[in-house]
């Protein structure tokens, strides 16, 4: 009606305008009367879900790739109680996410393997979109950069601020750096209840699949 420049709407379009109104009603009513139905259904179903997955979303093994002598690899043996609660505290955080990025998270080590020809964004590009309708992880941006930088300003900050104050020079100074990482390696070495052989100073200073993170 507006377009052929009618300044009222014609018999047809009100009673339609009015039909639509009343069917609009007639629905806001029936989802009103089943609401409190379909919300514990919802729980329900939800509840069943994860059932039947891994509540602690992420296990303990993600540096499992991590050579026998390395720092990830060692503190678990040394201080077994540091190590839980350090783990508990990751699982509560990711509790807060998507599950599927504990899954990623887990995934990580084997997709930086796989990726030889491609880069390791493509990799875990492929994975994310071959794993969307499994995980319903829909995300606009690639998961595993968003998950990084999520907190990573923050994260830096603290980092620098923390490294400063505790090892200066380590962020600035390759001759302090290597030297507190030899110090570093010779205590966890005294104190690692396993014997393993002292790595030589190249392998020392080595990252594994994670990275110097």
């Given at each position: ?96 996410g998507h599950p599927a990025e504990g899954y990623l998270l887990d995934e990580l080590p084997g997709l930086r393997r796989q990726a030889t020809k491609l880069t390791v964004e493509a990799t875990v ?30 994260k830096a900050r603290e980092l620098v601020r923390w490294f400063n104050a505790t090892a200066p020079g380590y962020l600035t100074d390759q001759a302090v750096r290597v030297s507190l990482q030899a ?31």
């Open positions: 009606a507006r377009r052929a420049g009618k300044s009222e709407a014609s018999e047809a379009v009100q009673t339609l305008c009015g039909k639509m109104e009343q069917l609009q009603t007639t629905f806001e009513g029936a989802r009103l009367r089943n609401e409190s139905f379909v919300n514990e259904v919802r729980r329900t179903a939800a509840k069943a879900f994860w059932a039947s997955r891994d509540p602690r979303v992420i296990t303990d093994t993600y540096f499992a790739d991590e050579p026998m002598h390395a720092v990830a690899a060692r503190v678990p043996r040394i201080h077994p109680p540091w190590w839980g609660a350090f783990h508990h505290r990751l699982q509560q955080v990711f509790a807060h590009a492929g994975w994310w979109q071959n794993n969307q309708a499994r995980w319903g992880w829909f995300a606009e941006a690639e998961p595993h950069y968003r998950m990084l930088s999520l907190r990573a300003d923050k110090d570093l390696t010779d205590r966890l070495r005294e104190a690692d209840p396993w014997s393993v052989p002292a790595p030589d100073s190249r392998s020392m200073l080595s990252w594994g699949e994670h990275g110097p993170n």
